[in-house]
């Protein structure tokens, strides 16, 4: 313990009270010893990393006005944290017009009118009586066709575009989020205390000066944890269990690496009590020589 003594003054210290190793360790205030242990581990998470998917709409007019786009030109990489709305949004710059195909950009299809079946004119035959005799003559009487303008074709409006003669393809892209590398504490503790976050942080600045038991493979934690640690309890095995399935699935996730061994920590949570009557806890992480200290002191 007293090799850590300056921890120990800084721990006691921020929560204002006056440090003494004897005022710890005399035994007449420790009322019950837990031996528990903590899991650690860090690992690397690629935040904000671009993601790989993309889109492409190819719309009518009408539908790109009610449209919002997003633009990111010049305007640099976007904090991800900061960021209200999807990954992957309509990018303003990839707007482009797009003939359409099926009228080659005209708007309408010619098709052979049906009333003057493609000619333009209304052929008929007019009745002529010649003479006193009124002798019944045909003569050919053609006019214009009154619903192609004589034109002999009919305009329809195309199906694809409905007439607007261009498609607009757009594409909708990730939003360019700054990449972001951190490392993350990762810590499992079979002793139930509110320093959890704090040891964590803790141990990820000074995760060398505090003695654990290394491990490079889970499954070799877990067959030495208990001879390592020399004592067991059910939470401890439980703590082992979710480590386990924490670490499995951060070397499974593609944004996050783990950067260190794992690191089996003995830990002592001691239940106190003053002369007074005031109670107090004191977790001790580490070994011997190694530790941080923690407590309400
Ligand atoms: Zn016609
Ligand atoms: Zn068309």
Request: a positive charge.
């Amino acid at each position: 313990m007293r090799s850590d003594k300056k921890k120990m003054e800084k721990q006691f210290g921020t929560k204002g009270a006056i440090f003494s190793l004897d005022a710890i360790s005399a035994a007449e205030y420790v009322k019950d010893t837990q031996k528990e242990a903590a899991i650690y581990f860090a690992i690397k998470k690629t935040v904000g990393e671009v993601t790989k998917d993309k889109d492409e709409n190819t719309v009518l007019p009408p539908k790109v006005a009610r449209e919002t786009f997003y633009s990111f030109k010049g305007k640099g990489k976007i904090n991800k944290d900061d960021w209200k709305g999807a990954e992957i949004v309509p990018t303003y710059e990839t707007l482009q017009t797009t003939p359409c195909k099926n009228c080659n950009g005209k708007g309408y299809v010619e098709n052979k009118c049906r009333t003057c079946k493609g000619t333009g004119k209304i052929e008929e035959k007019l009745q002529v009586l010649t003479g006193e005799e009124q002798t019944k003559e045909e003569k050919p009487f053609s006019y214009s066709c009154g619903v192609c303008f004589g034109t002999g074709n009919n305009k329809e409006q195309c199906k694809d575009c409905g007439g607007y003669k261009n498609l607009y393809k757009y594409q909708i892209l990730p939003v360019p989020f700054k990449t972001v590398v951190t490392g993350i504490p990762v810590l499992h503790s079979s002793a139930q205390t509110k320093y959890e976050k704090e040891i964590e942080r803790d141990l990820h600045q000074m995760i060398e000066e505090v003695e654990g038991i290394k491990f490079s493979d889970f499954k070799d934690l877990e067959a030495k944890a208990e001879p390592s640690l020399g004592y067991w309890n059910k939470n401890i095995k439980k703590t082992i269990n979710s480590a386990g399935s924490d670490h499995k699935s951060y070397s499974k996730d593609k944004e996050a690496q783990i950067t260190t061994q794992i690191y089996l920590f003995p830990m002592i949570q001691m239940f106190c009590e003053t002369k007074k009557g005031t109670k107090f806890e004191i977790y001790s992480l580490g070994s011997q020589n190694k530790f941080m200290i923690y407590s309400n002191f």
